[in-house]
């Protein structure tokens, strides 16, 4: 007993078009496996810490999304930066790593810290000033991290300061 076909537009389907419009991009026709000992430390760094890229435009052919890992050492602090018109979103793997941002929406501007665990998530909105501190005198901090853009952008700063909003 077979069952019928699917045509086009019925059954589980019903958004895909009958035929491809256009051919797609060699990158872009397959699934990508990228090995923990192939992630790329060639990427924009910020003092204090070492990206790694898994998932880019560069290494897989992504267009709207960057993934990867950053280090920060035992007993140690990034410079302070942003990520431009990034969303990033940050899981933590291992490690108590702590995120720092200036909150300027009372009367006066106060540094806020985030102090995390693993399995914990931190969104970092885009032009938000930050930096990651570990202050474990021994364990070495591990985070994953996606952004919105195919590149890491990094902005370092002379420091933790809130910037004006990016003209729309």
Known sequence: MSEPTTTAGEGFHPHLPETRQEPAAPLRTR?????????????????????FAAVSGQSVGSEK??????????ATA???????????????????????????????PEEVRLRTGPGD????????????EN?????????VIARSTQEAIVVNLPGLHALPAPDA
Do not use: K
């Open 31 to 51: 699934l990508h496996h990228i090995r923990a000992d192939a992630l790329d430390g060639d990427t924009a760094q910020t003092g204090g810490m070492r990206r």
């Open 135 to 143: 202050p474990d005198p021994a364990e070495e901090a591990v985070v």
């Open 121 to 132: 998530y931190v969104f970092v909105p885009p032009f938000v000033p930050h930096r990651e």
């Open 78 to 108: 990034s410079s302070d930066h942003h990520h431009g018109e990034s969303e990033t979103a940050i899981y933590v793997v291992g490690g108590h790593p702590e995120f720092v941002f200036l909150d300027d929406s009372g009367p006066r």
């Open 65 to 74: 999304l960057w993934m990867g890992q950053t280090h920060v050492a035992p």
